[in-house]
């Protein structure tokens, strides 16, 4: 799992018919300082997410398809909730 911020949306025409109602959007990870740290990955959203959010994501296939309760969708990166506040020590 990592924090990352969402930076876009991704569009597609055609898709994988196990991601046929997804919302994919592009997240860029977090370090533990809050600045960006690392490339920017397309993730899965189910949880409304949008751009500027700063989200929790799951980088394991096998808990990203029982996130989006669809065991045969081809996955790994999923959202799985939105962060509200992050605190490192003591810091907002």
Same mark, same amino acid.
Do not use: C, Y
């Given at each position: ?33 809050? *600045? ?12 409304? #997410? @949008?751009?500027? $959010?700063? =989200?929790? &994501? ?7 398809? *029982? ?12 959202? #799985? @909730?939105?962060? $509200?506040? =992050?605190? &490192?020590?003591?810091?907002?």
């Amino acid at each position: 799992m990592f924090v990352a911020k969402i930076i876009g949306n991704v569009w597609a025409t055609r898709r994988h018919p196990g991601l046929k109602n997804a919302t994919m959007l592009l997240a860029k990870p977090l370090g533990a300082d809050g *600045k960006p740290a690392g490339e920017a990955q397309l993730v899965i959203d189910n949880q409304g #997410a @949008g751009v500027g $959010d700063t =989200v929790l &994501i799951v980088d394991e296939g096998g808990s990203a398809r *029982k996130i989006l309760r669809n065991s045969k969708a081809p996955v790994r990166t999923v959202i #799985a @909730g939105i962060v $509200d506040k =992050v605190h &490192i020590t003591g810091k907002e």
